[in-house]
């Protein structure tokens, strides 16, 4: 068995493909559609690899794409094609919206605590700190300051407490004697 036959076969049916890629190609300039390689494969019924191994085709497909619509042509425009722009560009309007918001409130705030610096009506930041920190000092020294006077009393009602057990103590074994 030869294997021409299987040759011959192949080059035909590669043949084939080529003509009706040529032929998608040249019914997409006529109607002005956009022309894209998975575009053409598709309407060819070729595999877009198809176009890609025969580097002529592929040429041939971008210069076709590159090229502007033929005289005399217009998009057809409706209201339903038109619809999902419309819905995306409301979105993204709205996201930019918050978006500008968010950017103006935070250079607000930063523009005002620049301003409040640099006037000197604010005391800086580094004092801010340090006078939050001398409060809470001085409240905890005050806390300490009371316990040895807390202790002191506690210490005295201990004493009390012992001398009058000592006392009752003493007191019931004297009359036990």
């Known amino acids: 068995m030869t294997a021409a036959p ?20 040249d019914a997409a300039l006529r109607s002005g559609e956009d022309i894209t390689v998975s575009g053409l494969a598709r ?18 497909v971008h210069n076709a794409a590159a090229s502007p619509p033929p005289e005399g ?28 918001r968010q950017l103006e409130r935070r250079l607000s705030e930063s523009l005002g605590d620049s301003a409040w610096a640099d006037s000197g009506l604010g005391a800086p930041t580094d004092v801010d700190q340090l006078q939050r ?9 005050a806390e300490v ?5 807390e202790r002191a009393e506690e210490l005295a009602a ?3 407490a012992n001398r009058g057990l000592t006392r009752a103590l003493n007191a019931d074994t004297s009359n036990r004697t």
Do not use: C
């Not at 920190?133 to 020294?141: G, K, S, T, V, W």
């Not at 300051?145 to 006077?149: F, I, V």
């Open 133 to 141: 920190r001398i409060a809470m000092l001085e409240q905890e020294l």
């Open 158 to 160: 201990a004493r009390g």
């Open 43 to 60: 309407a060819a019924r070729v595999d877009r690899t198809f176009l890609y191994r025969h580097r002529d085709l592929l040429e041939h």
């Open 73 to 100: 042509w217009q998009a057809t425009v409706t209201r339903a094609s038109l619809q999902p722009d419309l819905a995306n560009a409301l979105e993204r309007n709205t996201w930019l919206t918050q978006r500008v």
């Open 6 to 25: 299987m040759i011959e076969g192949k080059r035909a049916d590669s043949a084939r493909r080529r003509a009706r890629v040529l032929k998608a190609i």
């Open 145 to 149: 300051r009371d316990q040895p006077d």
